[in-house]
């Protein structure tokens, strides 16, 4: 059962544009993510944030941020890609409660920098 | 900094029998927690089984289990009577940050194909 939304799946889109993904969770989670997944498969944190704190990954670039609107939704906005942001980028929340602080992941958005 | 390392990068097996997929892990610290997730080709992640490091009984959840060998900071995950519909790529993964806002690292994953 998905519970975690991501749109779009794919956007193409050419160097220095700006493209925004969204993620919605229908959880009532309090925390998200932003993962980033690159050709190898390799699965790295972008950002996690709570209605109270936002952590960043020291190596994201810049361009990088993350928006919020409430804690059911966590977009991520690149300012200007570069063709290193070719990736799947996951979108996942946090379950507190008794399934013991398990992430779930939503279907990811593929993004390719022509 | 905390490491997780999947040294197998694939894995192919015949249905009905049994896997394990290796994971090894650094911290530092004296309590943290475990996981493994699978990827499927459609691309979702989904949670398996996680193990907390205090607990001294290996987790199992269905066909899966672990092998928490915490002298060796290794957390293998088994899939018995393995099926079809398991070939994934299977990822180790550990907790890192405080309890109120840690994420998850990942090790590389490993590529499990169950064969007919």
């Known amino acids: 059962e998905t519970a975690v939304f991501q749109t779009p799946n794919y956007h193409v889109t050419q160097v220095g544009n700006e493209v925004s993904f969204n993620c919605k969770q229908t959880l009532g989670h309090d925390t998200m993510y932003w993962y980033k997944q690159d050709s190898k498969k390799l699965l790295k944190i972008m950002f996690s944030?709570?209605?109270?704190?936002?952590?960043v990954n020291e190596t994201v670039p810049r361009r990088f941020s993350p928006q919020s609107s409430d804690k059911a939704h966590l977009n991520l906005r690149i300012k200007s890609v570069e063709p290193e942001d070719s990736a799947v980028y996951l979108c996942?929340?946090?379950?507190?409660?008794?399934?013991?602080?398990?992430?779930?992941f939503g279907p990811g958005t593929r993004l390719l920098v022509l | 900094a905390q490491k997780v390392t999947q040294t197998q990068t694939s894995i192919s097996v015949m249905e009905k029998t049994t896997v394990t997929m290796d994971c090894v892990y650094e911290t530092q610290d004296s309590s943290y927690f475990l996981f493994w997730y699978k990827q499927t080709a459609s691309g979702e992640i989904v949670f398996l089984i996680r193990?907390?490091?205090?607990?001294?009984e290996n987790a199992t959840v269905g066909h899966y289990s672990l092998n928490f060998q915490k002298p060796k900071s290794s957390i293998g995950l088994i899939i018995t009577a393995t099926q079809i519909e398991d070939s994934a790529v299977y990822f180790c993964?550990?907790?890192?940050?405080?309890?109120?806002?840690?994420?998850?690292?990942f090790g590389s994953g490993t590529q499990l194909t169950v064969m007919p």
């Open positions: 944030y709570n209605n109270k704190q936002l952590i």
């Open positions: 993964a550990m907790r890192e940050g405080l309890s109120g806002s840690w994420q998850l690292i």
């Open positions: 996942a929340s946090r379950d507190w409660g008794i399934n013991q602080d398990t992430q779930y």
């Open positions: 193990q907390d490091s205090y607990k001294k």
